[in-house]
C-alpha cells in the first residue's frame, strides 16, 4: 500500500528503484526511431588507464556495418548532476556505447 501523502509517481522509485543506474552522457550519433528499431546501451566502468583511441577506433569499425551507428562518451560528471540537482546514481559506470540498428538482424552483426 502506498504511505500517507506519497503520490505514485513518487513512490515507484522508492519501490522499485533498488539498484536503478541513472546514467547521463552525449550521445555523437544521429538517432531516428524511424530508421532505427533497435537501441542498445551498454555502460561500462573503465579505468583512467584505458586506451580511449583503441576504443573509438572500435566504434569506428561498428559503424562501417550496415544498418548500425555507434557512440561511444563518458558519463557527463558531477557537474551536471550538481547543476540538475540529482544524486549520482552512476553506481561507478563512467562509460556509455550506445548502438542502434535498423533491425535486429543488425544488431547481432555488431
Not at 544524486?87 to 547481432?108: F, H, I, M, R, S
Amino acid at each position: 500500500p502506498r504511505g500517507r501523502g506519497v503520490s505514485p509517481r513518487e513512490e515507484t522509485p522508492r519501490r522499485y528503484g533498488k539498484g536503478l543506474v541513472v546514467f547521463d552522457s552525449d550521445l555523437v550519433l544521429e538517432f531516428d526511431p524511424a530508421a532505427h528499431a533497435q537501441v542498445h546501451p551498454v555502460l561500462f566502468r573503465l579505468k583512467p588507464t584505458i586506451d580511449v583511441a583503441a576504443l573509438k577506433q572500435k566504434v569506428t569499425e561498428f559503424n562501417a556495418l550496415n544498418g548500425v551507428a555507434a557512440s561511444l562518451a563518458p558519463f557527463s560528471g558531477p557537474e551536471l548532476l550538481k547543476q540538475v540537482f540529482w544524486p549520482d546514481k552512476t553506481q561507478g559506470y563512467n562509460w556509455c556505447l550506445t548502438v542502434v540498428a535498423k533491425n535486429e538482424n543488425a544488431l547481432k552483426a555488431y
